[in-house]
T-cell receptor, first 112, second 116 residues
Framework: DAKTTQPPSMDCAEGRAANLPCNHS???????VYWYRQIHSQGPQYIIH???NNETNEMASLIITEDRKSSTLILPHATLRDTAVYYC?????????????FGQGTTLQVKP | KAGVTQTPRYLIKTRGQQVTLSCSPI?????VSWYQQTPGQGLQFLFE???????NKGNFPGRFSGRQFSNSRSEMNVSTLELGDSALYLC???????????????FGQGTRLTVV
C-alpha cells in the first residue's frame, strides 16, 4: 500500500471549513484514498473514501487531484466535536481485506 | 445494529503473564482485524481473520496470536507479557467479502492493557 504524508497538526475555528491535506505521490491506479478519524480514547471512525472522483457524504467531502497524487478532506462547518486525529490511508479496494495501514495522521484542533 | 464489542475494556497484568482479549464483530461481518496503539508507534496492524482463517499478518512477534470462531467472534492472545505490550488494543470488523462498498471497517472502543 502507498505511503501517505500528512501535516502533524492543524487548527480550525469553530464554524469554519477545515481542509486537511494528504500527499500520496506513489499511489497506484487501483488504490483508493480512505479517511478515518479517531476522537480521543475511542476507536477510529470511517469518514469517506474515493478513487478519482470527488466524493461527498453527510460527514465530509473528499477532493482528489487529477493526477491523484494528493487529496483534501473537507469538513464544511467544523464543530468542537470534530477535534480528533485524522488519518489518510491509501489501499487497494475490492473489499477482500480488512487490513488498514495507519500513518501518524493530522491532529485537528477546533477552537471556539 | 449493535456495534463492535470488545471485552474487557481495561486490564492490568504482570510481566510474564498471558492475556486474552475478545472481540464480537457486527452481525454479518466475517472479517475481524486487530490493531495495537501506543503513543510511540501509533496504530499498528496485528492480524486479520476471515472465516476462521488468518488472512493477513503484521510485523509482530509470535507471542501475539489470535483466532476466530465460526460465529466470527475473535480472540487475541499475548503470551509472556512485556512492559512494552502496554497499549490500547483495537478490533475492527468489516464485511470484506469482495466488491466495492464492502470495505468500510468499524472499530470497537478497544481494550486498554497495562503491564506492570
Amino acid at each position: 500500500d502507498a505511503k501517505t504524508t500528512q501535516p502533524p497538526s492543524m487548527d480550525c475555528a469553530e464554524g469554519r471549513a477545515a481542509n486537511l491535506p494528504c500527499n500520496h505521490s506513489t499511489i497506484s491506479g487501483n488504490e483508493y484514498v480512505y479517511w478515518y478519524r479517531q476522537i480521543h480514547s475511542q476507536g477510529p471512525q470511517y469518514i469517506i473514501h474515493g478513487l478519482k472522483n470527488n466524493e461527498t457524504n453527510e460527514m465530509a467531502s473528499l477532493i482528489i487531484t487529477e493526477d491523484r497524487k494528493s487529496s483534501t478532506l473537507i469538513l464544511p462547518h467544523a464543530t468542537l466535536r470534530d477535534t480528533a486525529v485524522y488519518y489518510c490511508i491509501v489501499r487497494v479496494d475490492g473489499g477482500n481485506t480488512g487490513k488498514l495501514i495507519f500513518g501518524q495522521g493530522t491532529t485537528l484542533q477546533v477552537k471556539p | 445494529k449493535a456495534g463492535v464489542t470488545q471485552t474487557p475494556r481495561y486490564l492490568i497484568k504482570t510481566r510474564g503473564q498471558q492475556v486474552t482479549l475478545s472481540c464480537s464483530p457486527i452481525s454479518g461481518h466475517r472479517s475481524v482485524s486487530w490493531y495495537q496503539q501506543t503513543p510511540g508507534q501509533g496504530l499498528q496492524f496485528l492480524f486479520e481473520y476471515f472465516s476462521e482463517t488468518q488472512r493477513n499478518k503484521g510485523n509482530f512477534p509470535g507471542r501475539f496470536s489470535g483466532r476466530q470462531f465460526s460465529n466470527s467472534r475473535s480472540e487475541m492472545n499475548v503470551s509472556t507479557l512485556e512492559l512494552g505490550d502496554s497499549a490500547l488494543y483495537l478490533c475492527a470488523s468489516s464485511p470484506a467479502t469482495g466488491g466495492l462498498g464492502n470495505t468500510e471497517a468499524f472499530f470497537g472502543q478497544g481494550t486498554r492493557l497495562t503491564v506492570v
